[in-house]
C-alpha cells in the first residue's frame, strides 16, 4: 500500500536559514509521481512540483529545490534564504500506477520568524 | 484560464440542516475529487470521479454524505443531515486523468463549514 510520513510536524526558522522538509514514501511500483503542494494561512492547496519515478534529477526552481532519491525513498524539499511568506503548510503526495488516487503525507508546518 | 471555483466559499449551519457543496473542476479536466480537511484527521480524500463516474467513495465518512457529477462541469458534495463533527474546510480538486499514475491535481479555495 501506498504510504507517505513527513516526519516533521511542525519546523520554525528565522528568516533567511535555509530548511528542508522531509518525505518519505513507501509504493510496490515502480512507476509513480510524487508532488509537492503549499497551503498558506489562505488555505488554497498550491501545487509546486511534480516528479515521476523515472527522472531523479534534481529541481531547482528560483529558493526551491528538490531532492529525489529513490535508493532511500525520499522527496526532500528545501528552501533556501526563507522568507516569511514561505509561512505555510506543506504537503507531499503520491500517485501510484496501481492505486487511482494520491495519497497525502500529513504535512509539515513551517513557520518563518522574520 | 479559470481555476477550480467552489462555492459557497463559507456555509454557517445549523444541526440537523441538508448542506450542499458546489463544484466546478476546470475545463477540460476529468477527473474530480472531493477532500476534508480538519486539524484532527488532516487532509482525507473523501470520493473521486473519473469522466463524471464515481471510482472511489470508500472515504465518505457515512451515508449522511453524498456526491454527484452529473456533468463534466460540475460536481455536489451533500451533507444531510449535518452534524457538528462535520465541521471542516471541504475541497475539490480536479485533474486530466490520461493513465495511471494519477496527474497533477488543482485545488479549489475550499468551502468552510460550520455546523452548529
Known amino acids: 500500500a501506498q504510504k507517505v510520513t513527513q516526519a516533521q510536524t511542525e519546523i520554525s526558522v528565522v528568516e533567511k536559514e535555509d530548511v528542508t522538509l522531509d518525505c518519505v514514501y513507501e509504493t510496490r511500483d515502480t512507476t509513480y509521481y510524487l508532488f509537492w503542494y503549499k497551503q498558506p494561512p489562505s488555505g488554497e492547496l498550491v501545487f509546486l512540483i511534480r516528479r515521476n519515478s523515472f527522472d531523479e534529477q534534481n529541481e531547482i526552481s528560483g529558493r526551491y529545490s528538490w531532492n529525489f532519491q529513490k535508493s532511500t525513498s525520499s522527496f526532500n524539499f528545501t528552501i533556501t534564504a526563507s522568507q516569511v511568506v514561505d509561512s505555510a503548510v506543506y504537503f507531499c503526495?503520491?500517485?501510484?500506477?496501481?492505486?487511482?488516487?494520491?495519497?497525502f503525507g500529513d504535512g509539515t508546518t513551517l513557520t518563518v520568524k522574520p | 484560464d479559470a481555476g477550480v471555483i467552489q462555492s459557497p466559499r463559507h456555509e454557517v449551519t445549523e444541526m440537523g440542516q441538508e448542506v450542499t457543496l458546489r463544484c466546478k473542476p476546470i475545463?477540460?479536466?476529468?477527473?474530480l475529487f472531493w477532500y476534508r480537511q480538519t486539524m484532527m484527521r488532516g487532509l482525507e480524500l473523501l470520493i473521486y470521479?473519473?469522466?463524471?463516474?464515481?471510482?472511489?467513495d470508500s472515504g465518505m465518512p457515512e451515508d449522511r454524505f453524498s456526491a454527484k457529477m452529473p456533468n463534466a462541469s460540475f460536481s455536489t458534495l451533500k451533507i444531510q443531515p449535518s452534524e457538528p463533527r462535520d465541521s471542516a474546510v471541504y475541497f475539490c480538486?480536479?485533474?486530466?486523468?490520461?493513465?495511471?499514475?494519477?496527474?497533477?491535481?488543482?485545488f479549489g479555495p475550499g468551502t468552510r463549514l460550520l455546523v452548529l
Open positions: 503526495a503520491l500517485s501510484e500506477a496501481h492505486a487511482g488516487k494520491s495519497t
Open positions: 475545463s477540460g479536466h476529468n477527473s
Open positions: 480538486a480536479s485533474s486530466f486523468f490520461r493513465g495511471l499514475p494519477r496527474e497533477t491535481q488543482y
Open positions: 470521479f473519473n469522466n463524471n463516474v464515481p471510482i472511489d
